[in-house]
């Protein structure tokens, strides 16, 4: 177990052509891995796509995708994270048995090269569960040198009973890959890193970065990096270090003092029997 671990989050165009997808995520790893990162992390949809337009939403809802691109992409990517000795986190649709609908899923592959893990989207949109999708129903939790890490996609930022989940699984950090333009979701991710008191790591395509370009936030709810609003590729590094003591207050002082506060125990032993207390009808 170590006390830090770096991490790197991806800020990428992505295409509806899973091979255009696939090199940019592989270039990516290799500046990743350059910079020292253990992990790198990309957004929603990464190597499959995500529908943006008319023809892609068309494609997804009626299956004409080319899941053997798709596959050849994932299995390069895997072969690249072996080589380069990297853990990668991407985003895909995953087919499933026809007639059932895909799932937008996050695959976590490690630095063998293996695929150890696979996030399905819980909450899909209202389009996504009539017309797309086929939903998830399990959270996922994956450690790296002592560090657990789970996964939410996109509009599950504002279910914050999946975020409530992550803490209480022990995560350390939440990995959010987003395919979304509204600045809100930036909003919420701050505050769901400041009251579990564990890093959040936002991935977002680059066409979507105006709105909320891609960053690593703190368990104090400050981001530590952020990618430049920029439609080309980039990454952010950041170390996830549990001796920063700008973090002490959030990881050693408030994250286990409200873990008391929520067992309830330190209020239930100071309940007084005053009946100024239980009449609620007087000032």
Known sequence: MTDDIRIAVAQSPVTCDPSVNGAAVRDLMVVAREAGARLVHFPEGMISGYPSGTEAKQALSDWSIDWAAIQNQLELTAKAAADLGLWVVVGSSHRLTPPNRPHNSL???????????????????????????????????????????GCVLCIEVNFPELFIEYRELGVDCVLFSSFSEDP????????????????????????????????????????????????????????????????????NKARPWRGLARAGQIYEVRRVADSRSTDRSHF
């Open 184 to 251: 809100v979701f930036g909003v919420l991710t701050r505050g769901h890193a400041a009251a579990h008191n564990y890093w959040v790591s936002v991935s977002v395509p680059a066409q979507c970065s105006a709105a909320m370009p891609a960053g690593v936030i703190g368990p104090h709810g400050s981001w530590l990096d952020r990618c430049p609003a920029e439609s080309t590729a980039t990454l952010a590094c950041v170390d996830l270090d549990r001796t920063d003591p700008n973090l002490d207050i959030a990881l």
């Open 107 to 149: 695959y976590v592959i490690s630095d063998r090269g293996q695929l150890i893990g696979r996030y399905d989207k819980r909450r899909c949109s209202h389009t996504e569960i009539t017309d797309w999708y086929s939903p998830g129903f399990t959270p996922l939790t994956f450690d790296i040198d002592g560090f657990r890490f």
